[in-house]
């Protein structure tokens, strides 16, 4: 079902809105692969996934990378399966397939059409067990994924000082590690190390397989028991405590030099993982983020770009972090603009909040972009899976997707100016500048 919305403000208690609890079933096998079912009749496609609830916090300084360097290996042949089989068989059919890798999860996932799930299925649960580690597998696969860091990184200024950032405050632990690893942990990870990281993670009882779209429910049970249901979990499969670098967070200064047509200011600040915070505090700061910078109605917009004292803003924030995080304003100044001055003008914006509250409509007007753009995001069979796969792995609830429009509708204004004091202006802050060179 598509929602259609209108252009007048939508009132949170007042937005019809798709329950997720109305059209998903879960439950979970005998070795522990939890399964979610979405069912979503709109076409005859289906979306496939697996998530593996191991990625970059997961690791350690000496292996660092290995996550993503593992999942780059699960397209390489199994007992089974020749290199890239899976792949060349998706694309017969029409289909499309990926995986990604970050700070809490690997993921993969085909779309193909509904009558091509169960070969998914048999391909997937074949990888989760039969892989083979060889040596120039790895060769060839470590060095593309050292062209990635050099590529989405190492030329990348953005992606530079947002590095240095997460190491220097947070250390080579938990969100701190780069989750493309680093060059020298790259060429040091072995086929062993691969294997040993394959065997504790990649289980059943630390994955969870989710398929959204259009299928039946009593095939799709039996066929998910016959591919994965005799899987069996190693029998040395309790996680050991990673030896993280100790470290004390550092909120010097960072300045640099990279090649960029102009200046770039950075404030980054730590939060707390969303399970530590209240959900209240974590959703005001949500909405804080979002009056500030929230496309062409917000603060930063009116009051910053168009009064021409910043090219442009931005804010980096995870709401549901699984582990301690970093959240970051910033912006390019224009002409003529010290660094100084757009830093200025950013942390007005939110003393002002503190100060004064918020203006008439405006606690309304956010809410309703932020609830008519989560509807919108859900239209998508794939958002759908993505977005519950994303809290699922991360040891969340997908019932939060089912709640957000009543927890953001529960927000108020004082909320609001706690969130800017607390987060903001009480909060230790760290400057990073990037200079053209």
């Not at 005859?44 to 780059?72: A, M, P």
């Not at 060059?183 to 059943?204: C, F, G, H, V």
């Not at 009882?205 to 994965?228: H, M, Q, V, Y």
Request: with cysteine; net charge neutral; charged share 30%.
């Amino acid at each position: 079902m598509i929602l259609m919305l209108s252009a007048l403000p939508i009132q949170a208690s007042d937005t019809p809105v798709i329950k997720f609890e109305d059209r998903i079933e879960e439950y979970n096998l005998k070795n522990g692969l939890k399964v979610i079912l979405i069912e979503d009749r709109r076409s005859s496609n289906v979306v496939s996934s697996i998530w593996y609830k191991v990625g970059s916090s997961y690791e350690k300084d000496g292996i660092t990378g290995i996550s993503h360097l593992l999942e780059h290996m699960m397209f390489k042949a199994t007992s089974t399966t020749k290199n890239g089989e899976f792949s060349e068989e998706i694309k017969k059919v029409g289909g499309t397939e990926n995986a990604f890798t970050s700070r809490d999860f690997t993921g993969y996932y085909q779309k193909v059409n509904s009558k091509y799930l169960s070969m998914c299925l048999k391909y997937e649960s074949d990888r989760m067990t039969n892989l083979i580690f060889k040596d120039t597998d790895l060769k060839s696969e470590r060095e593309v994924v050292k062209e990635e860091r050099r590529l989405r990184t190492e030329d990348r200024p953005i992606s530079v000082i947002f590095e240095k950032i997460n190491l220097q405050i947070l250390g080579m632990q938990k969100y701190g590690i780069p989750i493309i690893g680093t060059m020298n942990d790259l060429e040091k990870i072995s086929t062993q190390d691969l294997e040993l990281w394959y065997k504790k993670y990649y289980r059943p009882s630390n994955a969870i397989l989710i398929i959204a779209g259009n299928f039946n429910e009593k095939t799709i049970r039996n066929e998910i028991d016959a591919f994965f249901g005799e899987i069996q979990n190693p029998q040395n499969n309790t996680r050991e405590k990673n030896n993280f670098l100790k470290s004390t967070p550092s909120f010097k200064d960072i300045s640099i030099k990279e090649k960029l047509p102009n200046p770039l200011l950075v404030i980054s600040y730590i939060k707390p993982n969303f399970e530590s915070s209240s959900k209240k505090d974590a959703y005001a700061l949500d909405i804080l983020l979002e009056i500030m910078d929230g496309g062409f109605s917000s603060r930063f917009t009116h009051n910053i770009i168009d009064k021409k004292i910043a090219l442009n803003t931005f804010i980096s924030h995870d709401l549901y972090s699984k582990e301690q995080s970093i959240f970051s304003i910033g912006g390019t100044p224009r002409k003529n603009v010290l660094l100084d001055d757009i830093q200025k003008s950013l942390i007005s914006e939110f003393k002002l909040i503190a100060m004064n509250g918020l203006d008439n409509q405006e606690l309304n007007d956010t809410k309703s972009r932020i609830i008519a753009r989560n509807i919108f995001k859900f239209d998508s069979v794939f958002n759908q899976v993505m977005a519950i796969g994303g809290l699922e792995a991360k040891g969340l609830s997908w019932r939060l997707l089912d709640q957000y429009v009543d927890d953001i509708d529960k927000i108020n204004e004082s909320d609001i100016k706690m969130a800017a004091k607390r987060f903001i202006l009480d909060n230790k802050a760290q400057i990073s500048t990037i200079y053209p060179q």
